[in-house]
Each structure stands twice: as structure tokens, then as C-alpha cells.
């Protein structure tokens, strides 16, 4: 039995959210909330709400007890990028791509 939870477009370079994403994956739920926690990256707080959501999923949708949980896979894919121009010298200007990321977080029963 597994259980996921998953948010869209949000503000985040995935490149960036899978370095933090990777330092939970099998570990129990529990543990996992306590080092995102006390993780100071944005991503942290961001894997961390996806988590909370994927546990509340397993304890309305399922009935899987939470505390037998452990984080099976985080998947972080790109979604769309927003495009901005900076104005550069000589009337030119050169293209910025804000990335997004669709946070995805598989919980499965040990």
C-alpha cells in the first residue's frame, strides 16, 4: 500500500529541490519531517508541506496508519518556466527562465 501526494508550478528550480529531496527518500515519515525541518533551504519547507499532505492523504483516503510509513520516492520534475528579459548594453537584452516544479511524494507502508 502507498500513498502520494503532489503539487504543481511551484517556484522552485527542481535542480535545486532534488539535492534536498534527496537526503529523505527511505527514510521513516517521521524522521523524514524532523530533518526537513531543520533543513534551511526553501525546498525543505516546500517537500515538507507535500509530506504532510501525502501523510494526511494515508490516514483520510486509505487508512493506512502514518506512523508505518516511509518515504518510498520524492519525484521533482520541471514545470513550465516563466520568461523574463534583462535589458543589457547597447539596446540588447538577454533572456532569464524562472523554473517551476512539480513536487511529487510517494509514501509506502514498511
Known amino acids: 500500500m502507498e500513498t502520494r501526494a503532489t503539487l504543481k508550478a511551484v517556484r522552485l528550480s527542481p535542480r535545486k529541490a532534488r539535492i534536498v529531496a534527496r537526503n529523505v527518500v527511505g527514510m521513516d515519515a517521521a524522521e523524514a519531517l524532523d530533518v526537513l ?7 525543505a519547507g ?12 494515508s ?8 506512523d508505518t ?8 520534475n520541471e514545470g513550465p ?8 548594453a547597447q539596446g540588447r537584452a538577454t533572456s532569464i ?10 509514501l509506502a507502508a514498511n
Open 37 to 43: 525541518k531543520f533543513t534551511p533551504q526553501k525546498a
Open 81 to 88: 518556466s516563466w520568461k523574463r528579459f534583462l535589458p543589457r
Open 97 to 106: 527562465r524562472k523554473r517551476t516544479s512539480h513536487i511529487t511524494v510517494i
Open 46 to 57: 516546500i517537500i515538507l508541506q507535500v509530506m504532510y499532505s501525502a501523510l494526511s492523504n
Open 59 to 66: 490516514a483520510n483516503d486509505t487508512f493506512i496508519d502514518p
Open 69 to 76: 510509513l516511509m518515504v518510498k520516492e520524492i519525484i521533482i
